[in-house]
């Protein structure tokens, strides 16, 4: 499997913000689409942003829009997820995914992180 790791989490009250990255290796970075997902205590892991190999198309879950920003850096190899306004229900375990296809939801996304924990206080 392509190693995928991330960073960036930890305790942040409501209404503060907190940047994530990935880091990538073992793949030609550029090619894929990344994502991150999330997944809360006794909850699905559901989709929470995507962006094109190019960076040039994003995708973000009805939930975080406008409030969380999906970017990449292809020369880095890091994708990141800058957090804002962020309430207590955006707490979660934060993983980092790599896809072949579209920066969708419904993508097959074939590479996993081990995931970062993002706690937010009231």
């Known amino acids: 499997q392509v190693p995928l790791v991330e960073s960036g989490g930890g305790l942040v009250q409501a209404g503060g913000s907190l940047s994530l990255s990935c880091a990538a290796s073992?793949?030609?970075?550029?090619?894929?689409?990344m994502g991150w997902f999330r997944q809360a205590p006794g909850k699905e892991r559901e989709f929470v942003a995507a962006?094109?190999?190019?960076?040039?198309?994003?995708n973000s879950a009805d939930a975080v829009k406008g409030r969380f920003t999906i970017s990449r850096d292809n020369a880095k190899k890091m994708v990141y997820l800058q957090m804002n306004s962020l309430e207590p229900e955006d707490t979660a375990v934060y993983y980092c995914?790599?896809?072949?296809?579209?920066?969708?939801?419904?993508?097959?996304?074939?590479?996993w992180g081990q995931g970062t924990q993002v706690t937010v206080s009231s």
């Open positions: 995914a790599a896809a072949e296809g579209p920066p969708l939801a419904t993508t097959k996304y074939n590479y």
């Open positions: 073992g793949l030609v970075f550029s090619r894929y689409a």
């Open positions: 962006i094109s190999w190019s960076g040039g198309s994003t």
